[in-house]
């Protein structure tokens, strides 16, 4: 098993701190397995859920894979509560979900603060509170989940990313390069126009013995290879401004189409953000309480061990108290004896 490339969070999948000793992990995988076992969870994502409980079980419980996975956890993404989290619907419709007199009857106490967002204030989940234990996931599982989906469209997003990248940076080299033959061309075109008007002033009118000038019987096949040069370099010069403004038609629907997607992109990671937020809020609250609730059973058992030690320390000072009243009594009978023998 590699782990150079694990960026889930075990400890918090498992729902115990990293200085939990082997007993607690085990104690907590237990309990998530029951609530996260397919067979009893119908939900669609419970057997990943479930399969990356396992993961991170088999990896914190064996010492090795657990020590080698300690050093590289403080790089693995740890989850925050972003601050858009208080303005979020979801986290609303949990409170009121918890503010249902009827759901906290039909539900235990850890469940129901495991509210499945918008699920959990809707009707049928009151309708049929006996089936929320089975369907809901953990805090920390639906992170993971979510912590997963996040990766897989980064993933994605990069991929199509540089293919766009590379799109767009070949239209750009392509409209620069025939930005510049358009150009060649049309210099070559400026130089053809003002030689030709050149010739036309100050040509040479030397007059042959026909009558013709010297100029038009020795240039015609030349003037002819011109035109047709003349003619060619047009066609070239319009089929290059055709494809320059293809090619800019095309560069501004890739930037149109990667801004789209980046936007899509964001939005769906800000939603993932938002419900991962909602569930650490969950997950941190249950926290505390179970510290709480366990701080408060070590003090009752605390003050049972201390009321005990009490009872104990009052027998023992009331039996000592009667010994030593017993002490003075037996000694004090013989002085008596012998305080009346000398007085007679």
Partial sequence: MSLVSVTDDYYMILEVVQTATLDQITKSYKQQALKLHPDKNPRHDATEAFQLLGKAYETLRDGDKRQAYDLIYPSVPKVRAPPEVKQNPLAKQNHQAKQNPQAKQNTPAKQTSQTQYSEASSPQAEQRPHTRKSEALSETAQIAILQKSKQEREVEWQALKNSYDSSILELHKEIQWLQQEIKTL???EAFETRKKARESNWGTWIVSSKGKKVED????????????????????????????????TLLKELERLIKDAEKKHDAEDLEDDLKMGVLYKIWSREAEERQEREKMERG??????????????????KIWKQEQEKQKKEVGEPLGKEEKENKK
């Avoid at 096949?221 to 066609?235: A, S, V, Y």
């Avoid at 009752?300 to 000072?317: D, I, N, P």
């Fill in 300 to 317: 009752r058992k605390g003050g049972k061990m201390q009321e005990k030690e009490r009872v104990e320390l009052e027998g023992t000072s």
């Fill in 186 to 188: 049309d210099n070559i």
């Fill in 217 to 248: 019987v020795d240039n015609e096949d030349e003037k002819e290879h011109k035109e047709n040069e003349r003619q060619k370099r047009g066609i070239e010069r319009d089929w290059k401004k055709m494809r320059l403004e293809l090619a800019r």
